[in-house]
């Protein structure tokens, strides 16, 4: 069973970087698998922001990260890395990656309950 943990959060100033990490273990992310980056703001569902195919490292982002947060994978597949730049008040949240495995149809890529195996998150806090 894929095991995954995230690490890289902390609290910056806005306008700072981030590099979270999210690190694979007990089992194997194949080239047909999504992996992807949620966050949770208090009181609020989990929602995806970036997600990536290992197939064809298709990535896909939500408009709201679009062009700041940048998705990537190592070529073993072992670890799922977002960088964060251009930091914002507003993307205070947990993050949480997640795997799964399969074909996910198109607009499904950032939605967390298409996602199976969940890291426990990491807290992003950024202040003004």
């Known amino acids: 069973q894929v095991q995954l943990v995230e690490s890289g959060g902390g609290s910056v100033q806005a306008g700072a970087s981030l590099r979270l990490s999210c690190s694979v273990s007990g089992g194997v992310i194949t080239n047909s698998d999504y992996m992807g980056w949620f966050r949770q703001f208090p009181g609020k569902e989990r929602e995806g922001i970036a997600s990536i195919y290992t197939g064809r490292e298709t990535t896909f982002y939500d408009d709201s990260v679009k062009g700041r947060f940048t998705i990537s994978l190592n070529s073993a597949r072992t670890t799922l890395f977002l960088q964060m730049d251009n930091l914002k008040p507003e993307d205070t949240a947990m993050y949480f990656c997640?795997?799964?495995?399969?074909?996910?149809?198109?607009?499904?890529?950032?939605?967390?309950?298409?996602?199976?195996?969940w890291g426990q998150g990491t807290q992003v806090t950024v202040s003004s």
């Open positions: 997640a795997s799964v495995g399969g074909y996910l149809p198109r607009f499904w890529e950032l939605d967390a309950k298409k996602y199976k195996y």
